[in-house]
């Protein structure tokens, strides 16, 4: 097993992340209504954070009231949230990993329940009990949430506005670097695929159209975005349905977002309709990511079942892949990326644990 290649430092623009291991954006729902973060983020960043992940990807985060997947989202649309995640994004820093935070909007996939109350992300929240009415490319539900209202031309500019706006609080807020969500099903991603894109306008149908918001906002993020810090966006490889985007799509948004000036591709696939779930292999995204890499010529890094030892050893020592992102692994163990660098001095390790090692 070769994990050297794993703390080798990584630089994009005046960025130095320490190793190549990083923490996948994962929802908590812990946000009160206000969607300023709360003590539980403080304490499940910051403990990825000594435990050694290069990066700390903060969850996805909306970009206004109405673009979360919940109630209990954060957000980055105010200015109580700003002061939230500055002291989130200095806290993370000052364990010596990347502060990154996720921007999102769900579009056909927001207002649900919280996962693990009643039928949870399957469950619409009605207007009435605190929800809202979707928007999105089309009038086209997901599962069983609400039928969505279609986007008017002034809902689409409010979109990159909302966008750019969340990236400059971002920056205020100290992040290191910020994540375009354009992946998952979400309203990006919806706009980017036929089986949720209908539209007749310049939006829809052809690829061209169909990325033409998702460019809008990645050219608007990178603006708003210091120079000197690094913009990722998370694409799907491929929506593993017929019909949907396929690699040979993504790759033309890949490079597209290349000449936009977007510094890595955060690879992922799948979950854009609800009969069609990814296959349950392990490194699923690692070869779409090889592909990806090879036509953009930007750095990437998949995610994706990365979670066995030896096959993170493999791809360290032998793929082009820049980084590895990890979601549940983390979850069930924050030492994760300290266990797998178990080999190298313990000074890895924090000192206040050196006499448990
Ligand atoms: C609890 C949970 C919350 C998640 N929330 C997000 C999210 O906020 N943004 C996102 O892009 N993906 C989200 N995901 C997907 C993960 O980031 C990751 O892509 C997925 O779990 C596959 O990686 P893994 O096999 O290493 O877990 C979530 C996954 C889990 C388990």
Redesign the pocket.
């Known amino acids: 097993m070769d994990h050297r290649r794993f703390a080798e430092p990584l630089t994009l623009r005046g960025l130095e992340i320490s190793n190549r291991l990083w923490m ?4 908590q729902y812990s946000a009160g209504g206000d969607g300023v973060p709360t003590n539980w983020h403080l304490v499940h960043y910051c403990s990825r954070a000594v435990g050694g992940a290069g990066m700390i990807m903060v ?2 985060t909306a970009v206004g009231p109405k673009h979360r997947t919940t109630n209990h989202d954060l957000g980055l649309w105010d200015a109580a949230q700003v002061d939230g995640h500055k002291a989130l994004a200095a806290q993370i820093k000052s364990f010596g990993s990347v502060a990154a935070v ?1 921007l ?1 909007s769900a579009g056909r996939k927001s207002s649900h329940m919280v996962p693990g109350v009643q039928g949870g992300q399957n469950t619409a929240v009605s207007v009435d009990d605190g929800g809202w009415v979707p928007l999105a490319p089309s009038a086209r539900p997901f599962g069983n949430l609400a039928v969505p209202a279609e986007m008017t031309a002034a809902d689409i500019d409010d979109v990159v506005d909302a966008f750019a706006a969340a990236a400059g609080n971002a920056r205020d807020a100290g992040y290191d670097v910020v994540e375009v ?1 354009a ?2 099903g979400y309203l990006l991603h919806q706009f980017l695929s036929p089986v949720s894109n209908g539209r007749k306008d310049e939006h829809g149908g052809t690829l061209e159209n169909r990325m033409r918001l998702p460019l809008r906002v990645c050219q608007a993020v990178r603006e708003a975005f210091p120079q000197d810090k690094p913009v990722f966006v ?1 694409l799907t490889a491929t929506d593993w349905v017929e019909g949907g985007i396929t690699l040979e799509e993504s790759t033309v948004f890949a490079q597209r977002l290349a000449g936009l000036g977007i510094d890595l591709l955060d690879v ?1 696939s799948g979950a854009l309709a609800v009969d069609a779930p990814p296959p349950n292999e392990p490194a699923l995204n690692l070869e779409f990511a090889e592909v990806l890499k090879e036509a953009a010529g930007i750095a990437v890094a998949p ?5 066995d030892p030896e096959l993170l050893g493999n791809i360290f020592a032998s793929s082009t892949v820049d980084a590895v992102i ?4 983390l ?1 069930r163990d924050p030492y994760f990326a300290l266990r797998l660098a178990t080999g190298q001095p313990k000074d890895r390790w924090p000192l206040q644990y050196h006499r448990a090692l």
């Open positions: 996948s954006p994962m929802c969850e996805s996720q999102n969500h992946a998952h998370r992922t995610v994706g079942q990365l979670s990890v979601g549940r692994a979850l």
